[in-house]
């Protein structure tokens, strides 16, 4: 079945540092992959995604390209802010079905 | 438009009562999902309406769970009776094509 593989946390970062957290998939067909980001005390809002192969997601100063040789949409951005600080979750949905399966979320701490 | 509204935000009662979460979801849209998300369990899909029809419940616990949708614009989900165990975070989402769009939660605190 479809399943989502990401890095586990806390990832703790200093500002104005890289940002990289892995993201692997295991889905048959042409999935679409998404990263979505929970800010403390709400819900999970979509932060960028990518329909197809070799497709670009960006969104805030975040990328993530699908890549479908290694099977991977990792999430990089170049410089992390305080504000960045949040829980992060890696997602697909299958070309065929409705729902959206969801990595086990990676919470990223940002230090000034 | 508001957005997912739940309600209530936060919920606190007692192992045996009845708890009833409720979801409004954006207006237009054809799908709408239950998760329960804890620190142990991460995030759980818990069922599933596409126009208002549930299409999957597997991840639904226990018979003490139900969920409805009257109609477009509702739905609820039932803990009856709750236990401490059911303690958690419970989202709605709902989306029209690839994109969910999720509510701000209601915490729930079983004593």
């Known amino acids: 079945g479809n399943s989502v593989t990401q890095m586990e946390g806390p990832v703790t970062l200093s500002e104005e540092a890289f940002l990289t957290i892995n993201c692997t998939y295991t889905?048959?067909?042409?999935?679409?992959l998404f990263w979505y980001v929970q800010y403390p005390g709400e819900g999970l809002q979509l932060l960028l995604k990518?329909?197809?192969?070799?497709d670009k997601g960006s969104n805030k100063g975040f990328e993530a390209t699908y890549r479908k040789e290694t099977t991977s949409f990792h999430l990089e951005k170049g410089s992390v802010q305080v504000s960045d600080s949040a829980v992060y979750f890696c997602?697909?949905?299958?070309?065929?079905?409705?729902?959206?399966?969801f990595g086990s979320g990676t919470r990223l701490s940002i230090r000034p | 438009d508001a957005g997912v509204i739940q309600s209530p935000r936060h919920e606190v009662t007692e192992m045996g009562q009845e708890v009833t979460l409720r979801c409004k979801p954006i207006?237009?849209?054809?799908?709408l999902f239950w998760y329960r998300q804890t620190m142990m369990r991460g995030l759980e899909l818990l069922i599933y309406?596409?126009?208002?029809?549930?299409?999957?419940d597997s991840g639904m616990p226990e018979d003490r769970f139900s969920a409805k949708m009257p109609n477009a614009s509702f739905s609820t989900l039932k803990i009856q009776p709750s236990e401490p165990r059911d303690s958690a975070v419970y989202f709605c989402?709902?989306?029209?094509?690839?994109?969910?769009?999720f509510g701000p939660g209601t915490r729930l605190t079983v004593l």
């Open positions: 989402a709902s989306s029209l094509s690839d994109t969910q769009y």
């Open positions: 889905a048959t067909g042409y999935p679409s």
């Open positions: 207006s237009g849209h054809d799908y």
């Open positions: 309406f596409n126009n208002n029809v549930p299409i999957d």
């Open positions: 990518a329909t197809k192969a070799d």
């Open positions: 997602a697909l949905r299958g070309s065929s079905a409705s729902k959206i399966i």
